[in-house]
């Protein structure tokens, strides 16, 4: 019997939530940095990490418990290769523009993410994530400014959301399957 995995808030409400506690980072830029660092780390410490980057010294709980129902449901569905894993971006009403900004900004978070809990994207290179990992880097580079909004943009727009959505949840995948190295005292016994 398989568990109901929760949804994640929307964006609006993040946007909300985070503008009400004078935080600047942009709502996909949050939720991508949180699945950056879950994509490589473990336990609680993960929702401290972001804490920490996105309040500083602020105390705002109503945005705090936001987050950590956000890092619950984004680990679930990562954790479960769900495909109700979904980037927290602005829904099709916002302009192309907006939205396509927000992606890169999604991109730019889960690479600080990544980095932040000591992933080197560079050593990643020989890596079976290097070309996923590069396509991700590329995208956080996207220029939203000479996009128009057409049928053209909108099918390219939403084929690199469902690329980046399906290489998150990759790089998740594959980086909890790393074994981690042996430490020198594994090798201090004898044979």
């Not at 942009?26 to 401290?48: D, F, N, R």
């Amino acid at each position: 019997m398989s568990r109901e995995i929760p949804s994640l808030p929307n964006f609006e409400e993040l946007q909300t939530a985070l503008t009400k506690a004078n935080v600047a980072f942009h709502p996909s830029q949050v939720h991508g940095l949180l699945c950056g660092y879950i994509s490589a780390t473990s336990g609680m410490k993960t929702i401290h990490f972001l804490e920490k980057i996105i309040f500083g010294k602020k105390k705002s709980l109503p945005c705090r418990e936001l987050l950590q129902h956000i890092y619950e449901t984004s680990y679930h569905q990562m954790s479960e290769f769900s495909f109700e894993f979904s980037l927290l971006l602005p829904d099709d009403t916002a302009d192309i523009n907006s939205r396509t900004e927000a992606l890169g900004l999604w991109c730019q978070g889960f690479l600080t993410g990544l980095e932040r809990s000591n992933i080197s994207i560079r050593k990643q290179e020989k890596s079976e994530l290097a070309d996923t990992l590069n396509d991700i880097v590329e995208i956080a580079k996207v220029s939203y400014g000479d996009i128009v909004d057409n049928e053209d943009d909108e099918t390219a727009y939403f084929e690199l959301v469902e690329y980046v959505r399906l290489g998150a949840l990759m790089i998740f995948q594959e980086l909890k399957r790393v074994e981690p190295e042996p430490s020198n005292h594994d090798n201090d016994h004898l044979h």
